[in-house]
C-alpha cells in the first residue's frame, strides 16, 4: 500500500535496533573501564565481564527480536577484538615476557580476520558456517554453541584474573600462574576451570590461520595450473 504524502515510515532504523543499542553500551563500558584500569582493578573487572556478558545478551536480543543486521555483527566484532586487544596490550606491560601476550593478541586479531575473509571468499553467510571442515575440533568449537562459549569465556575469565593478580611490572607470567594453582583460592579455581577453554581458542584460531593459508596457496596453485596448462 503506497505511502499518504507527509506520512512516515514506521520501520525502525537499524541503529535504534536494541542489540545495537546494547551495542553501544558496552563500547561506552569498556571506554570507562580502561580508564579505571591502572588505579581501580576490582571496578575496571567487573565492568570488562559486564561488558563481555551484555555479548551474550545483544546476540539473544538480536535472534528474540529479529533484528539480526551486518551493523550489529561488525559492531559486534570490532568491539570484541578492540576489548580483549586493549586487555593483552595492559597485560603486556604487566608480565614478562610481554612478548606472549602480543603475540596472543596478534593471533587472535589474524585468526578472526582470516575467517571472515575466507567466509566472504566462498560466498557463506556467516564465518560460523564449517559444516564442510574436515577438522573434527573446528567443527565441534563452531558447532556447539555452549562450548564455543565456554571456551570464550575461559579466555576472558584468565585475562581477567592475571590482570587482578598482577603487583608490578616485572611479574613473571609462569611464576604467578603456577603460584595461584598451588593455592586455594577462588581465583586458582577459576584458572584452573579456564585453562582448558582458553587452550581450546587458541587452537581454533591457529587453525583458522591455517587454513586460509592453504585455502590461499590452493586457490594461487590453481590458479597458475589454468594458467599454464599442459606444463
Known amino acids: 500500500m503506497a505511502k499518504k504524502p507527509g506520512q512516515r515510515s514506521s520501520k525502525l532504523s537499524v541503529y535504534l535496533y536494541i542489540p545495537n543499542i546494547i551495542g553501544y553500551i558496552r563500547v561506552l563500558l569498556n571506554c570507562f573501564a580502561f580508564s579505571q584500569c591502572l588505579t581501580n582493578k576490582a571496578l575496571f ?38 576489548s580483549t586487544a586493549c586487555l593483552l596490550v595492559v597485560l603486556s606491560q604487566l608480565y614478562q615476557p610481554g612478548l606472549i601476550f602480543l603475540s596472543l593478541l596478534s593471533l587472535d586479531i589474524a585468526s578472526h580476520w582470516l575467517q571472515m575473509y575466507s567466509t566472504f571468499l566462498t560466498g557463506k553467510a556467516s564465518h560460523k558456517d564449517v559444516k564442510d571442515s574436515s577438522n573434527w575440533l573446528f567443527r565441534a568449537y563452531y558447532g556447539n554453541r555452549m562450548f564455543m562459549a565456554y571456551c570464550c569465556v575461559s579466555c576472558e575469565v584468565i585475562y581477567l584474573v592475571l590482570f587482578y593478580l598482577a603487583e608490578n611490572q616485572t611479574e613473571k607470567l609462569v611464576d604467578v600462574i603456577s603460584n595461584n594453582l598451588k593455592k586455594m583460592s577462588l581465583l586458582s579455581l577459576l584458572i584452573g576451570t579456564s585453562l582448558f577453554g ?34
Open 45 to 82: 573487572a567487573f565492568l570488562y565481564f559486564l561488558s563481555f556478558v551484555c555479548d551474550a545478551v545483544d546476540g539473544w536480543c538480536a535472534r528474540k527480536f529479529n533484528q539480526v543486521s551486518t551493523f550489529g555483527a561488525v559492531l559486534d566484532m570490532v568491539t570484541d577484538r578492540i
Open 198 to 231: 582458553w587452550a581450546v581458542k587458541q587452537i581454533i584460531n591457529v587453525i583458522q590461520v591455517s587454513m586460509f593459508v592453504l585455502h590461499f596457496f590452493m586457490i594461487g596453485y590453481t590458479f597458475l595450473d589454468f594458467d599454464h596448462p599442459g606444463q
